[in-house]
């Protein structure tokens, strides 16, 4: 009896978690948020429109995100295109009490041994704009348009292991990328993401 209550109430949390995440499509507008850096400042996603953003949730205590930091691919990936004019943003939304979470300071230790090259890492504890953009996973991206839209929601690559790329045969985030930069529709614009659950 006392099982099937647990199963219940697991169930009914899931649900409810669920509920609350919104569907972000290729295409729809993107929500725009204001979100404190781990630099102290604030960001605003209409400051800059005009311009391709990619949004990264992230996680340092997911190995998914581990292994796409220790492998060098997502920071070579942030080097690259922000040097390129893009914008990158990581987004923790990770809640304050949970085991994975990391204060600002660890936040800072953890980027800069992982060489970190993102625009700003931005701050989520409250889970809103995670929800806000549904996402689901860490790593888990998105892609916006100079138009402000959706051009990409999804997976970073096809890979979907612990390897960090190693073994992908394509990036996703990197073609949308230069799809994007060549003035061409994104050919997928869609895919499921792959990690570990956002901690809201």
Known sequence: MKTIALFTLFSLVAMTLH???KD???GDDAPDFTLTGLDGKQYNLSQYRGKTIVLEWMNPGCPFVVGHYTSGNIPALQEKYTKDGVIWLT???TRADHPEARTPDECREIFSEWKAKATAHLL???GNVGKLYGAKTTPHMIVIAPDGKIAYNGAIDDDRSTNGGRNANLNYVSQAIEELKAGKSVSIATTKPYGCSVKY
């Open 24 to 26: 972000v499509a290729a």
């Open 124 to 126: 989520d504890e409250g």
């Open 19 to 21: 509920a609350e995440l």
């Open 91 to 93: 987004v923790n939304s």
